[in-house]
């Protein structure tokens, strides 16, 4: 996929990429609550930003890299819960719903991902339990 910086960004806030996840993928500004975190982990994904999704993981559960499904795009993100999180708390949960395509084949994911912050104070994915 084209990465173009002025549409809205991927991870379903209105505002456009270059406002929204890509400082965080440049390394400009660090995403201050977990769902930030966890919305710029899905622009990612789609962008392949392996470096990033790497960074972005706690080192307990960090795998060694990031396998990417052939022809599969990470289309749409819809948050739909949030527990702690927030800029003041050090661990927190997101759930959501990720769609992807796979060529003409269209799912999706529900999981309830797991986040903790680091010992510089940087919010980091640990785990994610999938939901029906
Ligand atoms: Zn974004």
Not at 66 to 83: A, C, F, P
Request: hydrophobic share 25%; net charge positive; charged share 30%.
């Amino acid at each position: 996929m084209l990465i173009s910086n002025d549409q809205n960004c991927l991870c379903g806030l209105e505002e456009p990429y270059r406002d929204c996840c890509q400082p965080f993928h440049r390394g400009e500004k660090i995403p201050l609550t977990a769902e930030k975190l966890m919305r710029s982990r899905f622009v990612a994904y789609e962008y392949r930003l392996t470096d990033y999704l790497l960074k972005t993981w706690h080192n307990e559960t960090r795998p060694e890299t990031i396998e990417y499904t052939d022809n599969m795009h990470w289309t749409q993100l819809s948050v739909n819960g949030r527990k702690k999180g927030r800029k003041k708390d050090s661990e927190g949960w997101v759930t959501f719903v990720a769609h992807y395509s796979i060529g003409k084949q269209a799912g999706f994911l529900h999981e309830k991902s797991y986040f903790k912050k680091n010992s510089e104070g940087y919010w980091q994915y640990v785990d994610g339990e999938f939901k029906n």
